[in-house]
Structures are given as C-alpha cells and as structure tokens.
T-cell receptor
Framework: GAGVSQTPSNKVTEKGKYVELRCDPI?????LYWYRQSLGQGPEFLIY????????DSGLPNDRFFAVRPEGSVSTLKIQRTERGDSAVYLC?????????????FGPGTRLTVL | DQQVKQNSPSLSVQEGRISILNCDYT??????FLWYKKYPAEGPTFLIS?????DKNEDGRFTVFLNKSAKHLSLHIVPSQPGDSAVYFC???????????FGTGTSLTVIP
C-alpha cells in the first residue's frame, strides 16, 4: 500500500535492552514525526524531521531516545537501556511539508513492551 | 501540562442520533484544530479540520464548531452510524510550531 508503515508491529524486550523501531513514510513526504501513545492518553510528540535533519526534538524524554533519518525517507527511533516506563505504542506520521497546517498521515504504530 | 483536553472518556449514542464530542484547549496560540479517528490496532486517521479564522467547517455527516473565546471545539456527527464507533482525538497546532498537541481521546460507541 501507499500508507505509512511501521515495523515491527509488536516488540517485547527486557529492561535495559536496546531497541530500534522503523518507520517508512509515504513516498514524497518530506516531514516525518514520531509520537508516543501511552495507555489512556493521546499521542505525545517526540521528534520532527524535515528532510534528513531533526528540526524539533523537544519531545524526546531523555538522552536514551534518539532518532535518525539519514536519507530523508525511512526513519529509525532508537531507545537505549529501555525502562518499563517506555512501554507504549510508538506512532510515526508523515506529511507533504513540515507545516503544522499539513495533515499528518499516521502508521499503525509499534507496540513496545518492556518487561 | 495537558494543553488539549477531552473530558469525556466515552460516549454512547443510538444509531441515527447525533453524536457530540467536545474538546477544550488552553493555549491561545493554537490556530488550527483537527479531529482524528482511531480504530483498534490502527493509527489515527484524519477526519476534519478547522482554522481559527472560521467557526464552523462541515464535511458530509461531520461538522466541527470552534468557539475561540471559550477555547472550545466540538465535533458533531449526524446521523451516527455503527461504523463511527472508534476513539476520536482532538488535536491543535500553532502557526509558530511544528507539532500537534492531542487530547486523551473519547471512545464513541454507536448502538445499532
């Protein structure tokens, strides 16, 4: 399909481990966003890429979280030394441009469980 | 601090009746508002939006109303259908920013 895809759909890991979550945005979309959705909450902004660069990473909770988008398309969210509180659904979204007025198209999310 | 609030976690409505979902915001810089719909195991999908220069936007069965003085918006679904059963998120953004701020969602159940 032509939508945003995310892999894996589910990830179970142990406390202290390292995980990588992948996002394939819609082709041609220059803006890419990562959100985290905890149980009973709405999506919470983590980071925004315009092209290859992180234009706004103000939502990353701490330095254990890092994201890259080396070629301006696929992005990887990396979490080091995972903690149980990192358990959530991680959503990726893309849009044609990086304006807050542009509709964001969301992927199905990766459900991360840290045991 | 939650800048966008949806105070009703759930709502049940009979098929054919009107569904009204409410959303409040605190940041006066917000000037663009959206509603997203989410089914289980899927990402949110865009439903309808409104900019602060308007007080109403309509798309088929869906109408969004914006009351800037009260910092309140609402989504009306008329007539409600069982397929509308989902979680609805309100979101807001500001011209000066890059991100959307989401509410906690309202789970709508339309009873056949």
């Amino acid at each position: 399909g032509a939508g945003v895809s995310q892999t894996p759909s589910n990830k179970v890991t142990e406390k202290g481990k390292y995980v990588e979550l992948r996002c394939d945005p819609i082709s041609g979309h220059t803006a890419l966003y990562w959100y985290r959705q905890s149980l009973g909450q709405g999506p919470e902004f983590l980071i925004y890429f315009q092209g290859t660069g992180a234009a706004d990473d103000s939502g990353l909770p701490n330095d254990r979280f890092f994201a890259v988008r080396p070629e301006g398309s696929v992005s990887t969210l990396k979490i080091q030394r995972t903690e149980r509180g990192d358990s959530a659904v991680y959503l990726c979204a893309s849009s044609r441009q990086g304006s807050a007025y542009n509709e964001q198209f969301f992927g199905p999310g990766t459900r991360l469980t840290v045991l | 601090d939650q800048q966008v609030k949806q105070n009703s976690p759930s709502l049940s409505v009979q098929e054919g009746r009107i569904s009204i979902l409410n959303c409040d915001y605190t940041n006066s810089m917000f000037d663009y508002f959206l509603w997203y719909k989410k089914y289980p195991a899927e990402g949110p999908t865009f439903l309808i939006s409104i900019s602060s220069i308007k007080d109403k936007n309509e798309d088929g069965r869906f109408t969004v109303f914006l009351n800037k003085s009260a910092k309140h918006l609402s989504l009306h679904i008329v007539p409600s259908q069982p397929g509308d059963s989902a979680v609805y998120f309100c979101a807001a953004s500001a011209r000066t920013g890059n991100q959307f701020y989401f509410g906690t969602g309202t789970s709508l159940t339309v009873i056949p």
